[in-house]
């Protein structure tokens, strides 16, 4: 069945540094990708998605491109803030149109 | 106002006892999902309905139902709840009309059980 792994956290960084959060996934067929991002507290919220190969999802600075060849759909940033600090999910929509999700990446920026 | 509500936000009962935990949502999309979110799994689904008529068994139903009262209600039930189901509910709706057929959660519902 279809399933995503994404990097193991905590990340801990200091403000303005660079951010990747590797995902790599496994599908049949043309899944749709998305990242997800939830602050404390807080529900999930969509952050950016891709729908086919090559494709760059992009929000809030973030940014992550649909890879085919390799199977993954890399979070980056280039220059984090605290109010980045959450936990982060890669998700893939598959043919049966459900959602399956990574463990999540815990984020933590220092001032 | 949230496009997707979650009631209650917070609960905790006792093993044994019924929970009906409640989502309502503004959005008029016709999916809706049940999804439990344990530290270090992710999320996974327990229930998801395409539309009135329609209810589904997600990953891990077992020891849960659900009940779709109306486009914009969806209900997750625990008919006898046990520790393992301490967790963080989330309910959430999608559109299929669209392409990507995103879907948009709810703010949460921490559960413990006792």
């Known amino acids: 069945g279809d399933s995503v792994t994404q990097m193991e956290g905590p990340v801990t960084l200091s403000e303005e540094a660079f951010l990747t959060i590797n995902c790599t996934y496994t599908a049949t067929g043309y899944p749709s990708l998305f990242w997800y991002v939830q602050y404390p507290g807080e529900g999930l919220q969509l952050l950016l998605k891709a729908t086919k190969a090559d494709d760059k999802g992009s929000n809030k600075g973030f940014e992550a491109t649909y890879r085919k060849e390799t199977t993954s759909f890399h979070l980056e940033k280039g220059s984090v803030q605290v109010s980045d600090s959450a936990v982060y999910f890669c998700?893939?929509?598959?043919?049966?149109?459900?959602?399956?999700f990574g463990a999540g990446t815990t984020v933590t920026v220092r001032a | 106002d949230a496009d997707v509500t979650q009631t209650p936000r917070n609960r905790i009962t006792k093993t044994g006892k019924r929970i009906m935990l409640e989502c309502s949502q503004t959005k008029g999309h016709d999916r809706m999902y049940w999804y439990r979110q344990d530290p270090g799994l992710g999320l996974r689904l327990i229930y998801y309905?395409?539309?009135?008529?329609?209810?589904n068994k997600g990953e891990i139903s077992d020891g849960y139902s659900v009940s779709r009262q109306a486009q914009a209600k969806f209900s997750l039930s625990l008919e006898s709840a046990i520790p393992n189901q301490t967790a963080l509910y989330f309910c959430a709706t999608s559109d299929p009309l669209t392409r990507t057929d995103t879907q948009y959660f709810g703010p949460g519902t921490r559960l413990t059980v006792l």
């Open positions: 309905s395409f539309d009135v008529k329609d209810i």
């Open positions: 998700a893939l929509r598959g043919n049966d149109y459900k959602l399956s």
